[in-house]
């Protein structure tokens, strides 16, 4: 499954860099479709919806592992289903978009600009550090090559998709609404990371699962 996903990933990678050539090169922002639909800094298209899965899929995961853990005492159970919840509402975030909504009052009240100009990221990034912070005793408890993949999965979304935000508002900042190729390369680029980020995780819950419970069982009755 981690083979798909980072197949997938990366042919939507290679289709949002060509992407830019039309949108910024020649002022193409359609192409029959192709533009809007696999653009990497667009909304309600297909890498958007693919990102949502992946999230999706991540939050799915940790609740059966919070099931899992539960019905075994883990201690930790409850780490696992917060977690699990977090994820699902980043998937139903990255479809919506809600975060956003939070960027514009906050510039105005504050009057940010520069690296804060996608003033989000400064709320999102305190509760970040907070989560971080209360979750380190369960990330130290976890098997040694699990933390490790949760730890480089975890810097790489972050880095993603808060850590390219900043550069992104500089070169808003600086240029307004008229961005260059140099902007699209940045989406791209944050957008790969943010991918590949959730991708590692998925592949670190899946080698979880397997080593402590053996894989996953699915069974449907119909009764």
Not at 188 to 201: K, N, S
């Amino acid at each position: 499954m981690a083979r798909l996903l980072a197949g997938s990933t990366a042919a939507l990678v290679v289709l949002g860099t060509i992407v830019l050539v039309p949108k910024y090169l020649f002022g193409h922002d359609y192409v029959f479709g192709f533009v809007p639909k696999f653009d990497l800094d667009g909304e309600i298209n297909v890498p958007t919806w693919f990102s949502s899965t992946l999230l999706l899929l991540a939050g799915l995961l940790l609740l059966y592992i919070a099931a899992a853990s539960r019905r075994d005492r883990d201690r930790w159970a409850r780490h696992w289903l917060f977690l699990g919840w977090v994820f699902l509402l980043l998937s139903a975030d990255e479809t919506s978009g809600l975060h956003g909504l939070l960027s514009g009052p906050l510039r105005s009240a504050l009057r940010l600009s520069g690296a804060l100009y996608h003033a989000w990221v400064l709320p999102v990034g305190a509760a970040v550090a907070m989560m971080g912070f209360a979750y380190l005793r369960f990330v130290s408890s976890l098997p040694e090559p699990t933390r490790r993949l949760f730890i480089v999965s975890g810097v790489v979304y972050i880095v993603g998709a808060i850590g390219f935000e900043l550069p992104e508002g500089m070169y808003r900042t600086a240029v307004g609404e008229n961005v260059t190729i140099a902007y699209g390369v940045l989406t791209v680029l944050e957008e790969t990371f943010e991918m590949a980020g959730v991708v590692l995780f998925i592949y670190a819950l899946l080698r979880f699962i397997e080593r402590r419970w053996g894989g996953i069982r699915i069974t449907l009755n119909p009764s």
